[in-house]
């Protein structure tokens, strides 16, 4: 196992759920934690949290990743101690309404595809040059089960996640012959507030999908993306497809009765 102290780590959407798991388990190998997500508070909120369970430092920063300038500045303006970024989680991401394309608001769709689509690839361009530069580097994109197989009512969110997955194939062949690696974490059911997100906070509708199953916890998914960080360095884990022993796709199901 490669050692993940003091490796930089820059992880988005980093205030909750999969992000916050993921900035909880970085900090218990000793890394150095630059997080960011829209609501900067929030992120602090946890700051002393990752402190005492072994984070060597912490700096924390609003952004939204669909802004591209805003994500080009606030690269471009890390204290030069946080520069050097050994690991980037592209985790900021959502799904946003479960309806029928054609009869689905639009907004829906530009959120999904802003964030998980554009948000990434924003993040991305101003990450990995330094990477390639550095000669060190690993990109952790978060994809989804709903990125292998479209379910009903879904498709664009599963079109963002199958996005991602293709960017990532795309990223690893552009980056052969450098050492920078590049992973896609793809989950499926994760109990987060993913889906209260989706139903735009009805919570009822939420606890239903989790409904009988045991779904994946944030922690899991967490433990998978250190896992592949922490590969000796001419491993590249290029694909994780992980879900709760209930589920077999993003279509099969099994609820307890
Ligand atoms: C989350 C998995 O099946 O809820 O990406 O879309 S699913």
Request: proline residues 3%.
């Given at each position: ?8 780590v820059l992880v988005t959407g980093a205030?909750?759920?999969i992000g916050?798991?993921t900035a909880?388990?970085f ?60 690991i980037l989680v592209n985790n ?46 690993h990109v952790i994109n978060l ?42 974490i ?39 993306i250190?896992?592949?960080a ?28």
């Amino acid at each position: 196992m490669a050692s993940l102290t003091g490796k930089i780590v820059l992880v988005t959407g980093a205030s909750a759920g999969i992000g916050k798991a993921t900035a909880i388990a970085f900090a218990k190998e000793g890394s150095r934690l630059l997080l960011c997500a829209r609501r900067l508070d929030k992120l602090q909120s946890f700051q002393q949290e990752l402190l005492s369970a072994g984070a060597e430092a912490v700096h924390a920063f609003a952004l939204d990743v669909r802004d591209h300038s805003a994500v080009d500045a606030a690269i471009a303006a890390l204290p030069a101690n946080w520069q050097k970024i050994d690991i980037l989680v592209n985790n900021a991401g959502l799904s946003r309404g479960l309806s029928k394309l054609h009869e689905d608001d639009p907004e829906n769709w530009e959120e999904m595809i802003d964030t998980n689509v554009k948000g990434l690839l924003y993040v991305t361009r101003a990450v990995v040059p330094g990477m390639v530069a550095r000669g060190e580097g690993h990109v952790i994109n978060l994809g989804s089960t709903a990125g292998h197989l479209t379910y009903a009512n879904g498709a664009v969110y599963c079109a963002t996640k199958a996005a991602e997955r293709v960017i990532s194939e795309g990223l690893k062949i552009d980056l052969m012959g450098t050492p920078v690696r590049v992973t896609s974490i793809d989950p499926g059911m994760v109990e987060t507030d993913f889906s209260v997100i989706r139903f735009r906070g009805d919570e009822d509708k939420a606890a239903k999908v989790y409904q009988n199953i045991t779904p994946l916890q944030a922690e899991d998914v967490a433990d998978a993306i250190v896992w592949t960080a922490s590969r000796p360095v001419h491993v590249n884990i290029h694909t994780v497809l992980m879900t709760t022993i209930d589920q077999a796709n993003s279509m099969v199901l099994h609820r307890h009765s």
